[in-house]
């Protein structure tokens, strides 16, 4: 999964379930400003579950989107989740970063539900478990080899070299990362909510402490208007969005939102559970969303109220310079929520891990 060269610029490049998000950015004197973005929309069934299903249709709107933004450079980041990712916290002796290279193939067997053969393996090295010092916290990673490889034929054949190859949940905490600073020893879930997942990550003191991926998101809402209204997706969508649809009895429309509403905060909540549930001493004190859902106008006070939390959106372009000359500034803030996981993927450099 790992790509060694120098550090050079790269473009943070987000393939969801429903767009193509695109962002770069510049740093300068350790601040970070906004040098290009774009998103375009992907036909349906292009990706599913997180993997390339249809990669002409994928190359052909990556391959627009990046001549429509006349980018220069070829080095991109981009990131994977799904039911081919695993991510598992795992504790280990303490060893040297060298060391871990070197025994990781052989450690990873045990925890990884897949041949090794299969999967590419990435793990980060925590620190020392604060309960038993001869331990170490380890997050181990694992994506099979053909998804990772689908991806990587995608950018090749617009021309761009994948450098990086992270995974969604770290994205978008680097993002929230970069943007916000959090106090010691607080603990915050931050939450994607994209189109066919949502990606939980909660953390404390920067550091991921738990990780989900729940396999529903926003397409839940255009399935049971679909299945409930005989429409069809693309109506499905409008009338998610507010639009109007002809013909169509809207009667029933609110009560199938706040039913797949509660669907999905549903999910949410079990998943904050759960990590509750094994870390009896950790509280999660609040909670930051993002992602296409995050925009839905009730969700952020729905979820605070059943969670009986402080819910936050998270801005990827909080402490980004954004030039008004270069970009409609209005339109940035609109859709932020989607760009979180392609920026927190800009910030990344040639030969990072
Ligand atoms: N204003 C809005 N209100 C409600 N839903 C919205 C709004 N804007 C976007 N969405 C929904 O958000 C989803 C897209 O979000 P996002 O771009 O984060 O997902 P994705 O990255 O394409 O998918 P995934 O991360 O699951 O692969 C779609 O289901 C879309 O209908
Ligand atoms: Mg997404």
Redesign the pocket.
């Known amino acids: 999964m790992l790509f060694g060269g120098k550090k050079k610029d790269i473009i943070g490049i987000?393939?969801?379930?429903?767009?193509?998000?695109l962002v770069q950015l510049r740093e300068s004197k350790g601040v970070y400003h906004l040098s290009s973005l774009g998103?375009a929309p992907?036909p349906s069934e292009a990706?599913v579950d997180?993997a390339v299903m249809d990669s002409s249709s994928v190359v052909e709107v990556v391959d627009n989107l990046v001549q429509s933004l006349k980018l220069k450079t070829k080095n991109i980041a981009t990131s994977i989740?799904?039911h081919s990712v695993i991510i598992r916290k795992i504790q280990m002796s303490i060893m040297t970063e060298e060391e871990m290279e070197a025994s990781i193939q052989w450690e990873a067997e045990q925890y990884i539900p897949f041949e090794i053969s299969e999967v590419n393996i990435d793990f980060q090295i925590l620190g020392p478990d604060p309960n038993d010092p001869s331990q170490m916290n380890v997050i181990l990673v694992a994506a099979k080899k053909d998804f990772v490889n689908d991806y990587v034929a995608v950018f090749s054949e617009c021309g761009l070299t994948s450098s990086v190859m992270d995974i969604?949940c770290f994205a978008m905490e680097n993002a929230f990362e970069a943007n916000y600073d959090i106090g010691e020893g607080e603990i915050v879930a931050l939450v994607?909510?994209?189109?066919?997942?949502?990606?939980v990550n909660v953390l404390k003191d920067g550091v991921s402490v738990f990780t989900r991926d729940i396999t529903v998101?926003?397409?839940m809402?255009?399935e049971e208007l679909q299945k409930r209204l005989g429409i069809s997706d693309e109506d499905a969508?409008t009338m998610?969005?507010?639009g109007n649809v002809d013909g169509v009895d809207k009667s029933s429309f609110d009560e199938i939102l706040s039913d797949a509403t509660e669907n999905l905060l549903q999910e949410v909540q079990r998943s904050l559970d759960f990590f509750s549930a094994t870390a009896s001493d950790e509280k999660i004190e609040k909670v930051y969303i993002?992602?296409?859902?995050?925009?839905?106008?009730k969700?952020k006070d729905l979820l605070g109220q059943r969670l009986d939390l402080p819910v936050d959106l998270l801005d990827p372009f909080n402490q980004i310079v954004v030039d008004e000359k270069s970009f409609d500034v209005e339109y940035i803030g609109a859709i932020g929520?989607?760009m979180?996981?392609a920026v927190g993927l800009a910030m990344r450099r040639v030969g990072d891990k």
């Open positions: 987000d393939i969801g379930a429903s767009s193509v998000k998103i992907l990706i997180g989740s799904g969604d994607n909510m994209g189109a066919s997942a949502m990606n998101g926003g397409s809402f255009n969508e998610k969005l507010g993002t992602g296409g859902v995050s925009r839905f106008p969700i929520p989607l979180s996981v």
